[in-house]
T-cell receptor, first 115, second 116 residues
Framework: NAGVTQTPKFQVLKTGQSMTLQCAQD?????MYWYRQDPGMGLRLIYY???????DKGEVPNGYNVSRLNKREFSLRLESAAPSQTSVYFC??????????????FGSGTRLTVV | AQKITQTQPGMFVQEKEAVTLDCTYD???????LFWYKQPSSGEMIFLIY????DQQNATEGRYSLNFQKARKSANLVISASQLGDSAMYFC?????????????WGAGTKLIIKP
């Protein structure tokens, strides 16, 4: 099925460990995003990539790095995990029509717990 | 200041009744888009409806409609004839401007529970 695929779906890390969340989309979208969702809050943007070869910080980038490997793939890396990074992570992609992004497609999420 | 405000943390509604979920927004950009997403307990984010700031008509998608009141900066979601499967979290989100930064700004959400 076309869409956004995230792996893994669940992960438990110890404080200080590193990991990479993988995301791939097969809709030929230019823009990709990483969001985190914390209880009682809306999604907050961590990093985004408006097009292949570019990445920019969002609202909460500290403690994360990203790589836009190619047009399809956008990974999120936690170099030294902290309990404050316990959250649900969503990858999303979007395409602009006439310069306007109408539709955002989300992956199914990664539930990360840092102990 | 909050850019997207959803004032109803939770709502209980009887099945088959209509539901209105509130959303107010704050932007000085004349070009923006407003989105509603549904997040069931399974966790995925499901796109429901979109309204552009220059759209003259209120958006509709099946049982979903968006009551867009531009002067009041409100974009309420209306669900007609609610169903048990409508029980979920609902998020309002906004995209400001037309540039390459197409990120969405999100409200905190409303938890809707449909009672049989």
């Amino acid at each position: 099925n076309a869409g956004v695929t995230q792996t893994p779906k669940f992960q438990v890390l110890k404080t200080g460990q590193s990991m990479t969340l993988q995301c791939a989309q097969d809709m030929n979208h230019n823009s990709m995003y990483w969001y985190r969702q914390d209880p009682g809050m809306g999604l907050r943007l961590i990093y985004y990539s408006a097009s292949e070869g570019t990445t920019d910080k969002g609202e909460v980038p500290n403690g994360y790095n990203v790589s836009r490997l190619n047009k399809r793939e956008f990974s999120l890396r936690l170099e030294s995990a902290a309990p404050s990074q316990t959250s649900v992570y969503f990858c999303a992609s979007s395409e602009a029509v006439g310069g306007v992004a109408y539709g955002y497609t989300f992956g199914s999420g990664t539930r990360l717990t840092v102990v | 200041a909050q850019k997207i405000t959803q004032t109803q943390p939770g709502m209980f509604v009887q099945e088959k009744e209509a539901v209105t979920l509130d959303c107010t927004y704050d932007t000085s950009d004349p070009s923006y888009g407003l989105f509603w997403y549904k997040q069931p307990s399974s966790g995925e984010m499901i796109f429901l409806i979109y309204q552009g700031s220059y759209d003259q008509q209120n958006a509709t998608e099946g049982r979903y409609s968006l009551n867009f009141q531009k002067a009041r900066k409100s974009a309420n979601l209306v669900i007609s004839a609610s169903q048990l499967g409508d029980s979920a979290m609902y998020f309002c989100a906004m995209r400001e401007g037309w540039d390459s930064n197409y990120q969405l700004i999100w409200g905190a959400g409303t938890k809707l529970i449909i009672k049989p």
